[in-house]
């Protein structure tokens, strides 16, 4: 179950943020950003602080800088986890917010951007949401994935996964810690089928990609090669 460092860095959730729109996408509140023009869609699924938190939102619009036309739902449905609920605490919350209820959610908002035009789709997804993205990555609608220091992600889950698959993982990282993702990487070895990547970034905690310390230099560049790789990750096999 989540840990305390799942909850550590809380945002400060807010709803204009970023230069996108929000919108209407397969029945959730969807923040939009870039052009339909590219033709190449990205998911982004946040983690349990939800789509309004700023950093995400400030990826979501790197992103659509690199030529993507970016989509990130909100999974909770106006409900996304809050430290400050004590009735509410992380075991509690994630009855109600399974990753299998986020996949079988994302679901309909690929179809919406095939409808839009969108010919190739990728998906990256932070903490919480690296589970959804297993579950997509073992589809055929998904051409790259991205899972970014992953919770509940399991070595059976990486044995399924079809779509070439990037992992960027923390050194300190008591969900992910990188002996399991040294399994994740021997798993994807013997798997030619699928190109991979497993990088472990040091000195960094979980969480780091969205939520650093924008005053942390060495945060801040940290998170900001990792932002390089997603983005390259993308534009190597999203097209």
Known sequence: MSGPQCCENPPTLSSTSGVGTVEDFGGLKTYVTGSLDSKRGILLVSDIFGYEAPKLRKLADKVAAAGFYVVVPDFFYADPYNPENSERPIPVWIQTHGADKG???????????????????????????????????????????????????????????????????????????????????????????????????????????????????????????????????????VK
């Open 103 to 237: 996949s079988d959610d994302a679901k309909p908002v690929i179809a919406v951007l095939e409808s839009k035009g969108i010919s190739a789709v990728g998906i990256a997804g932070f903490c919480w949401g690296a589970k959804v993205v297993t579950q997509l990555a073992k589809t055929d609608s998904i051409k790259a994935a991205v899972m970014l220091h992953p919770s509940f992600v399991s070595v059976d889950d990486i044995k399924e996964v079809k779509a070439p698959l990037a992992v960027l993982g923390a050194e300190i990282d008591q969900m992910s810690p990188p002996e399991l993702l040294k399994q994740f990487e021997e798993v994807l070895s013997v798997k030619p089928e699928v190109d991979s990547l497993v990088k472990i970034f040091p000195g960094v905690a979980h969480g780091w990609t969205v939520r650093y310390n924008e005053k942390d230099e060495a945060a801040v560049k940290s998170a900001e090669e990792a932002h390089k790789d997603l983005i390259d990750w993308f534009i190597k096999y």
